[in-house]
């Protein structure tokens, strides 16, 4: 049996583990060297190697309706997937590792409540959270999933939540609100950071005026970035650095260049950043300065369908 095989059977075997609620011992993280894509119109996400470069063709790719977003759970390896509301048929999907061509969800469901899913992150715990800008709430999922699945609890303190990340280790989730009609106009675009267990009151907001944030990440110093697809700060990524307070500034600024549907770290924090026409760009981490122009831009997976407002998803996996 080769290493690549073996790891991959343990893989699996982690996951439906943890489905089940048994465990034989400690988990091994799984290493996420892979980058993969997704693309509403081509309803694929492209699975690319490592090291990357301009429209590189993927390696392989799994098939999957109009996707908003994806997330891998860091512990585990899982994939969770958004799809619909908009385009395509409205629906959550989890996958288990290991991932290819052949790879189709262990289990898809569609709750009633959930309206249009948006960006989503794991918690740490085996469950994740998913902000959905028409029912104006984040949900919360838990292990097992199932076709019948249910949120498990419920976040309301955003107008209309678009974007969302988790860092476990602090124990925050931010919930970024475009505010109504993602212009800003019921109330100004803002970030709120809501601690554990996530269902409470904010202990602080970012104010971010006509700017809807649209895509967020945590690197591993638990700074907060924060990339933009309209307002007065479209195309850029801010930085925000903890302990987070009411009306904080951005330590720093990267200018992408265009609107941004997704944000995601390599294993090396180096930032990714995915537009709404799905192309890529690429900046050198880690972050220290404000920078002005990318890395490298990727441009679009060979093969993909990359188009204006093309919703997406960009993240790391096994």
Sequence with gaps: MNRSFARAISFAMGSLLLGSGTSSGPAVPPTFARMFVSQCFSKKIFILAPPFSPSQKAADS??????????????????????????????????????????????????????????????????????????????????????????????????????????????????????????????????????????????????????????????RAGRLFVGFDNGDFEGLIKVFTPPFVTGETAAYTLDAGDAIKSLAFDSGQNLYAQFHTGGVVTFNGPISASVTTPSAALGCPSGATCTIKNWAGLSFGP
């Design 62 to 219: 799994i098939a999957q309706p109009c996707t908003n977003s994806i997330a891998f759970d860091a512990s585990t390896g899982m994939l969770a997937v958004a799809s619909g509301g908009v385009l395509g048929t409205l629906a959550i999907s989890i996958y288990n590792p290991p991932f290819s061509g052949a790879s189709v969800p262990r289990v898809t469901f569609s709750p009633s409540g959930l309206l249009h899913p948006r960006q989503l992150a794991w918690d740490g715990s085996g469950g994740f959270w998913i902000a959905d800008d028409l029912a104006n709430k984040v949900y919360n999922f838990r292990a097992p999933f199932s076709v019948t699945s249910t949120p498990a609890a419920v976040n309301t303190l955003a107008t209309q939540p678009i974007g969302l990340a988790i860092d476990p280790k602090a124990g925050l989730m931010f919930v970024g609100d475009a505010g109504g009609n993602r212009i800003c106009e019921a109330t100004p675009c803002r970030v709120l950071v809501v601690p554990a267990p996530y269902t409470g009151t904010a202990v602080a907001t970012v104010a971010l005026g006509n700017s809807s944030p649209a895509a967020m990440a945590i690197d």
